[in-house]
């Protein structure tokens, strides 16, 4: 009788041949690739958009499926411990430029499985989330600066868009007031930083500006106290303005979500003999001692001060967006104090050492037409105390 089976081994089922594994990404799994990685070269730093020619703009598919464990054994990175079971599984594909491919493929040990699966998570990550920002959280980007103590600062773009998140700036570059073109050394110098800002703010307003579709302003401001109190008493309250700290001990913009919560409070430091006469004192970020403020602050002036309680004056003590919005209300209350207590008074005087944010809220939280002008000085070591700097008689519309 002939035999069942058609080779040796009787009695041994035929065994099953080995899948073949093509170098062929499949197309499912391209595509989810390209989604994830938003259509960018996925290798740290590129960021190249494959899908048009980098020169020319011309549509296409640039895009090339790169093996993170090489393709084979012996590959680039292909006898790397751990080896995926399916080769082209997501998890193992990076989405690269022909350029990023063959570099990490020519030097594989410059570019480790572990160094490769960090640039994937990374870009993957800042994909998703900058697609998941809706319009509404779309802002316009506003910078000012001016030279301090004959200085400018830069504030890179990349800490403006991390301090922001989740909202998204408009546009790659943001609207600049920039002073720094003034020479800040002769007696002309504020009545003109403040004519500069009059029309900057006009045009930062204008109809059909980003300002006016998107509704939503982000301030990063470096300069001196009396133009930052300036600009807050030029900008508008029909738009919300959200203002950033420098902090020094990050060097970031991006507000802190925890510590401990800043507290303030108001003291009269002197009745004044003439009722329309009035200062303020902000010692927060340093003391201001009485003898530091000019000899025309006489017996005759009421002195107000709002300091910080439980904690000395320092520098890092405006750590989030509550401290600033307390300070915010401790400080309307005041001048709503001295509207009450001072109705004939038409001039306060401003003293203050304080952070950027709080010195353009105090320009920005006065009424128009409902509170006294604000005479602003600022200290100047070389003249031995305060200086008056400029008068700002009306608020913002």
């Not at 050394?185 to 500069?196: H, K, L, N, P, T």
Request: aromatic share 6%.
């Amino acid at each position: 009788m002939p035999s069942t089976h058609s080779s040796g081994n009787p009695g041994r089922p035929k065994k099953a041949p080995s899948p073949v594994v093509t170098r062929k990404v499949p197309p499912d799994t391209k595509l989810r690739l390209a989604v994830a990685a938003g259509g960018r070269c996925e290798f740290r730093g590129c960021n190249l958009f494959l899908y048009e020619h980098h020169i020319t703009g011309t549509g296409g598919n640039f895009a090339e499926a790169a093996h993170i464990v090489g393709f084979r054994e012996g590959g680039p990175r292909g006898d790397d411990p751990g080896r995926p079971e399916d080769i082209h599984a997501l998890e193992n594909l990076l989405l690269l430029c022909p350029n990023c491919h063959k570099l990490i493929d020519d030097r594989p040990e410059e570019f480790p499985r572990l160094v490769l699966e960090a640039h994937k998570r990374e870009h993957e990550e800042r994909i998703h989330q900058l697609t998941g920002l809706g319009p509404h959280l779309q802002t316009v980007v506003v910078q000012f600066k001016s030279r301090i103590h004959g200085q400018s600062v830069e504030i890179p773009l990349v800490d403006v868009r991390k301090a922001v998140a989740p909202r998204y700036p408009v546009g790659r570059k943001p609207y600049l007031f920039d002073l720094t073109v003034l020479s800040d050394d002769g007696d002309s110098f504020y009545a003109a930083a403040q004519e500069v800002l009059r029309r900057d703010v006009r045009a930062l307003y204008a109809k059909g500006t980003d300002v006016d579709a998107v509704r939503h302003i982000s301030l990063f401001a470096l300069a001196p106290i009396p133009l930052l109190v300036a600009l807050g008493a030029q900008l508008s309250n029909k738009i919300p303005v959200e203002l950033f700290q420098r902090h020094r001990d990050t060097q970031d913009w991006v507000w802190k979500t925890e510590g401990t919560p800043a507290q303030f409070s108001i003291h009269t430091l002197r009745n004044g003999t003439d009722p329309t006469k009035v200062a303020i004192v902000l010692p927060l970020s340093g003391p201001i001692a009485a003898e530091r403020l000019p000899t025309a602050i006489d017996g005759q002036f009421t002195v107000y001060e709002i300091s910080l309680e439980g904690q000395p004056s320092g520098t890092d003590f405006l750590r989030t967006r509550n401290d600033l919005i307390r300070f915010e209300a401790t400080y309307r209350q005041l001048l709503s104090m001295i509207v009450g207590a001072h109705p004939s008074s038409r001039e306060i005087h401003l003293f203050c050492a304080v952070p950027a944010p709080i010195a353009i809220a105090c320009g920005h939280q006065i009424l128009p037409k409902a509170q006294p002008a604000l005479i602003v000085y600022d200290h100047v070591a070389v003249k031995g105390g305060f200086v008056f700097c400029l008068r700002i008689d009306q608020g913002h519309d």
